[in-house]
């Protein structure tokens, strides 16, 4: 990791500093999360130039983030299997947590480096410190990374230059900054994230808490749950499930995926009933059900079923981890599965598209644009924590009412208390 680290701190170096010279440094440290870095200068003046942090992905890219001496902001990639020419340009769609997108236009400094420059204080910027995740769409590829620190890296490599600047190279120490602790936040009506099911708390407390909810079905007789991550992200307390008449039961965390967005519970008693997961590849147009508990307490406290068609086999900016369905969603269907024709379960129903902030930036109301995680996904997921689960193939089709029957069997409502900070952030 380090080896690949060094390179890429050298070869933006060169590059930003437009020198055949070696680049010398790191000066002084940055390590956050897996970001590691520090300060450069070049060797044939001993000016300080760049202070660089990156880190190394599974895909092969190693990812720097770059801040000159003058305060420009740069996003680098490499990728010892790219062949492109100096200067070309090479266009990327970037998104964050999948919903904040940009358009932007790197340009190969050396056959295997691009590099993005970011306007300084951009909602770019922001997106990025921010995120979670971020997708990077080019040449026809969808690169994932998982981000983590951002928000404690950008001020570091603040810092990092602004030290330098001031003290000179001599000044290089630990750059990593520490953010101070977040203030609770204000007493003020829940935001509810998955379900508008409950009230703020009637007794005065430090902190307000709502009931976040969403929906969760049984993969195996040993009692194991799958749902979204987003479903249980900051619940506190005991999670809670409830299958049609069945006492409720309280489930525990397994592991968790926020990537994929997947999450595995357990239960401390097993279930009668265990959902199927169909092996064979669905196609555009396959007739599809979504099951799910959506916004419960304002509509229907049992489940619902609608019903639509695989519309496409990737989601936003061409994810091919998600399929794209017309069977309608809301908050609270997270977590849900998706079934065929013969009530095996094709995905995990995962998210819809804002229909009101694309309305806003094209002038077009988008129709029955929801998303679900392919079983691909779900069954690398489930093969990684060591859950047995059953599949089949080429089952024969049921009645939309069967499949429901079904359905209802193994699929539960999933419920927590949950801060409204953590609404708020959703």
């Known amino acids: 990791m380090l080896i690949k680290t060094m390179g890429l701190w050298a070869t933006l170096f060169l590059l930003l500093a437009g020198s055949s010279a070696s680049a010398r440094g790191p000066y002084g440290s940055i390590a956050v999360a897996g970001w590691s870095g520090g300060a450069f200068t070049d060797d044939n003046s001993g000016e300080f130039s760049n202070c660089i942090a990156s ?56 056959a295997a480096t691009v590099m993005v420059p970011m306007p300084d204080d951009s909602a770019l910027i922001k997106s990025f410190r921010a995120a979670h995740t971020m997708s990077a769409f080019a040449q026809g590829n969808l690169f994932q990374f998982e981000l983590k620190g951002t928000s404690v890296l950008l001020p570091s490599l603040v810092n990092c230059v602004k030290t330098i600047n001031a003290g000179g190279i001599a000044s290089a120490t630990n750059f990593t900054v520490v953010l101070p602790p977040k203030q609770p936040a204000a007493q003020t009506t829940p935001t509810v994230a998955s379900s508008p099911e409950s009230k703020p708390p009637q007794a005065s407390t430090s902190e307000q808490t709502y009931t976040q909810t969403g929906t969760g079905f049984v993969v195996s007789a040993s009692g194991h749950v799958v749902t979204n991550e987003h479903v249980i992200d900051g619940c506190i307390g005991d999670i809670k499930a409830n299958l049609s008449g069945e006492p409720q039961v309280i489930l525990r965390i397994v592991s968790s995926d926020e990537t994929n967005d ?7 008693v097993p279930f009668k009933e265990v959902a199927t997961i169909r092996e064979k590849p669905v196609h555009p147009g396959d007739n599809v059900i979504a099951i799910g508990f959506p916004l419960h307490g304002l509509l229907t406290s049992d489940f619902t079923v609608t019903t639509g068609i695989v519309s496409s086999l990737s989601g936003v900016i061409n994810d091919t981890r998600y399929l794209q369905i017309s069977a309608a969603v809301q908050k609270g269907n997270s977590g849900g599965p998706l079934l065929d024709g013969s009530g095996d379960v094709v995905g995990v129903v995962a998210a819809k598209l804002n229909a009101l902030k694309v309305a806003k930036a094209t002038g077009d ?42 359905a209802r069997k193994f699929t539960m409502l999933i419920s927590c208390k949950a801060k409204e900070e953590a609404a708020e952030k959703k």
């Open 262 to 268: 997947l999450a595995l519970l357990q239960a401390t």
């Open 365 to 406: 109301l988008p129709e029955n644009i929801n998303f679900a995680i392919k079983t691909g996904a779900l069954r690398d997921f489930l093969d990684n924590s060591a859950v047995p689960y059953p599949a089949a193939e080429n089952r024969p089709d049921l009645k939309t009412s069967e499949i429901a029957s079904n």
């Open 55 to 110: 880190a190394p992905y599974k895909s092969g890219i190693t990812f720097g983030v770059v801040v000159s001496k003058t305060y420009n902001w740069v996003l680098a990639f490499t990728h010892s299997g790219w062949s492109l020419t100096k200067g070309q340009k090479f266009p990327i769609v970037l998104s964050f947590d999948g919903r904040n997108t940009f358009n932007v236009d790197g340009v190969a400094m050396a």
